[in-house]
């Protein structure tokens, strides 16, 4: 069956560059949720997206933004990148309903900043 | 005040040996989910389970087993027979109207199991 697709899978960007990390749903689910995981931390909340609508925002920074595509994917931009930024990326997907449905998740998108 | 709490940073058990990670959270709604997940060493999240306020009934996968119940606002969750490749990082989240049913995570447990 088709997962939730991240690309790419590991990043590495220098401080004050820009990246994009990218999430594919799985076919049908319209809201995607982005979550960044430090090491040893447990997934923070950033930003989700319902029928390409922001629905919900977390502890996303001003650097990052995000949309959701008409082909329901969905892009993570992170500008003026900072070390602190090292993470683990997750994106995850849920039909109409929310989290409370099964959120399934991609296999994430470790980035690191050098 | 924590949501979710799990209280147990770390276990470390041998092969074969059964293994209880506690959950315990807080919320006053009435209607929330519960979850685990899994996170092997690789990185990615496991969904394990979901299981909804009004469904107290406990439930068995194999060798895995959760105890839900709300007198005491735990969500346990036993492994019986423990294996390595059970060694993994497993989180509790809650998803509450309140929060407007994003996902709440504890802060993990580390299992590790030993050969």
């Known amino acids: 069956a088709a997962g939730v697709i991240q690309s790419p899978r590991h990043l590495i960007k220098e401080k004050r560059e820009t990246a994009t990390l990218k999430c594919y749903p799985i076919?049908?689910?319209?809201?995607v949720y982005w979550y960044q995981q430090g090491p040893g931390q447990d997934p923070q909340f950033l930003i989700s997206?319902?029928?390409?609508?922001?629905?919900d925002k977390g502890s996303i920074p001003d650097r990052f933004s995000a949309q959701q595509f008409s082909d329901y994917h969905s892009e993570l931009n992170m500008s003026s990148l900072e070390l602190g930024d090292s993470a683990l990326y997750f994106c995850?997907?849920?039909?109409?309903?929310?989290?409370?449905?099964?959120?399934?998740f991609g296999q994430g998108t470790r980035l690191t900043v050098v | 005040a924590q949501k979710v709490t799990q209280a147990q940073t770390e276990i470390s058990v041998v092969e074969k040996e059964d293994v209880t990670l506690d959950c315990v959270y807080e919320?006053?709604?009435?209607?929330?989910?519960l979850f685990w997940y899994k996170q092997p060493p690789s990185g990615e999240l496991v969904f394990l389970i979901r299981?909804?306020?009004?469904d107290e009934q406990n439930e068995i996968s194999g060798r895995y087993s959760w105890n839900f119940q709300k007198s005491t606002s735990s969500f346990n969750f036993t492994i019986t027979a423990s294996q390595v490749v059970d060694s993994a990082v497993y989180f509790c989240?809650?998803?509450?109207?309140?929060?407007?049913?994003?996902?709440?995570w504890g802060a993990g447990t580390k299992l590790i199991i030993k050969p």
């Open positions: 995850a997907s849920s039909l109409k309903g929310g989290v409370y449905t099964e959120a399934f």
């Open positions: 076919p049908r689910h319209d809201t």
């Open positions: 997206f319902y029928e390409k609508m922001q629905s």
């Open positions: 919320t006053r709604d009435t209607t929330y989910y």
């Open positions: 299981r909804n306020s009004f």
């Open positions: 989240a809650l998803s509450e109207l309140d929060s407007n049913y994003q996902l709440i």
